[in-house]
């Protein structure tokens, strides 16, 4: 789909921006730092099956970080205890192994960086312009820091993320409730709005939460399941939305 036929975003009275993997590359690293952690768990628990990038997308992708452990615990038939919040990484509890896989996930941060998608940018920069309100909807308790990194902090005056959605007791995706609170701190009608997501929970929140516009990045979980999630529109980058060429260009540390 070209720029010319899809919506004008600028049309609408605010845009709310998922995060990791939509304005940064940080799912990715998600990715990584998820892969690495359970891999090995599950080797030293002797579970079967093995973990596979498939168990990223269908239980850990767009969740809260306790909320995607105990997803994908439970689709080995494991249960463990809840453990608290302040749990140590070695505690094997959900806490406890979700802020163990943090702890790579924070080295990668720390020392390669992060920037945003080119075409990401240039669709805010677009907005920025109109006087069309953004915000990030993120189940990420890193969120904050991924912005600053990536240098965008300053651009988004409301950010949801996973620590206001553990102190508020916001379920998590795909439940609507963060997507809705984001257009409630916004001051705007989610029916008058977009909103933008990569992961399937993502989408299925939006779409919950009756959004005027559901636009899906696919960034590996496939057009078919993200229309299936809800989606009214799927782009391969944001870039589209502007010009055609943004969305070749590869986003720079």
Not at 188 to 215: I, M, N, Q, T, W
Request: include cysteine; aromatic fraction near 8%; charged fraction near 25%.
């Amino acid at each position: 789909m070209t720029a010319n036929a899809l919506p004008d975003l600028t049309d609408y009275d605010a845009v709310l921006f998922d995060l990791d993997g939509v304005l940064t590359p940080t799912a990715e690293v998600h990715m990584h730092a998820w892969q690495t952690m359970f891999t090995q768990l599950f080797t030293e628990w002797d579970v079967d099956p093995a973990y596979t990038e498939r168990d990223y997308f269908d239980y850990l992708d767009g969740k809260k970080r306790y909320d995607g452990v105990a997803s994908l615990l439970r689709s080995r038939d494991i249960e463990v205890p809840w453990g608290h919040p302040d749990d140590e990484p070695a505690a094997n509890t959900v806490c406890g192994i979700g802020n163990r896989k943090n702890t790579y996930f924070e080295a990668v941060l720390r020392e390669e960086g992060i920037a945003p998608y080119p075409g990401s940018l240039a669709l805010m920069d677009l907005l920025d312009a109109a006087g069309v309100p953004i915000s990030v909807v993120s189940s990420s308790k890193n969120a904050q820091e991924v912005l600053t990194v990536a240098g965008i902090r300053d651009r988004f005056p409301v950010v949801m993320d996973g620590v206001i959605a553990e102190r508020d007791n916001l379920s998590s995706k795909p439940a609507p409730d963060v997507f809705v609170e984001a257009a409630r701190m916004m001051g705007v009608d989610p029916a008058r709005s977009v909103a933008v997501e990569d992961a399937l929970s993502g989408v299925e929140s939006a779409a919950a939460g009756k959004f005027g516009l559901v636009v899906a990045v696919d960034r590996g979980a496939g057009a078919e399941a993200l229309f299936g999630a809800g989606a009214n529109i799927v782009v391969n980058d944001l870039g589209e939305f502007v010009e055609p060429n943004v969305a070749d260009e590869e986003p720079t540390a």
